[in-house]
């Protein structure tokens, strides 16, 4: 069976260099921070860590994608990053616990994906350089240049308040822990005990679900609150 190429897509950094690949996400044209992260798996995990808020993200991992996507490995209700870039992106998914493809939970949310992309030379450049801003776009009617130029007008992530952007709304409780295939060991003797005799309030400055469900695992109460929530209020 023959498998249709994704469209052409650029990856153009602020200090002009440019990289083309294809596109396997949404067809939209966004800015943000390049960086790198060296998993070799938890791309649904990374793309939902509020701490890659306004990120493109670039995984070293060449191959990935083959365990699709599920409705429990989340950090957040949303994905955060604004982007991911792979060396190769799996059209076949395998894996029991996979509810849809990574090409169609990255359509679902709006979220563009380059495949195709010389990561390993990407990641050098930045590395070397450091982290910069960068343009994504598949829509032809945007030159190598106007790439070049749009990430160079993108505002530095220098001094940016993203907790305000990441950080709920108001106050909740939490009660998730973590799923039982993967419990053994984690519980602490108290976890069965009704009273929750700990309560923790956890300050949401991008806190991830993880942390709330092993909180939980460890038989606390959790309440979450908004990063702007003085003592006065949590007292």
């Not at 799923?179 to 108290?190: D, E, K, M, T, V």
């Not at 993880?210 to 460890?218: G, V």
Request: glycine share 6%; hydrophobic share 40%.
């Amino acid at each position: 069976m023959t498998l249709n190429k994704f469209p052409p897509a650029i990856l153009a950094l602020e200090d002009g260099t440019l990289f083309h690949g294809q596109s396997f996400g949404a067809s939209v044209t966004i800015t943000g921070e390049v960086v790198f992260n060296t998993s070799m798996t938890g791309y649904q995990e990374i793309l939902t860590d509020p701490s890659y808020c306004q990120q493109i993200v670039t995984m070293t991992c060449p191959h990935i994608g083959n365990v699709g996507v599920n409705i429990d490995d989340v950090e957040a209700d949303q994905p955060w990053a604004a982007g991911l870039i792979v060396r190769e992106v799996s059209r076949r998914v395998s894996n029991w616990r996979a509810t849809e493809s990574l090409p169609d939970y990255l359509n679902r949310h709006n979220l563009p994906g380059l495949t195709e992309i010389d990561t390993r030379a990407l990641v050098r450049h930045i590395r070397s350089k450091g982290a910069m801003m960068a343009a994504v776009s598949a829509d032809p009617q945007y030159s190598a240049a106007d790439l070049v130029d749009m990430a160079r007008a993108a505002p530095s992530m220098e001094g940016l308040d993203l907790v305000k952007e990441v950080t709920c709304s108001e106050p909740y409780h939490w009660e998730e822990g973590v799923a039982p295939a993967w419990q053994q060991g984690l519980q602490s003797p108290i976890s069965n005990l009704q009273s929750h005799p700990f309560h923790v309030i956890a300050y949401d400055f991008g806190i991830k679900h993880n942390i709330l469900r092993l909180l939980t695992d460890a038989g606390c109460r959790v309440t979450v609150v908004p990063a702007t929530t003085t003592a006065e209020e949590v007292l």
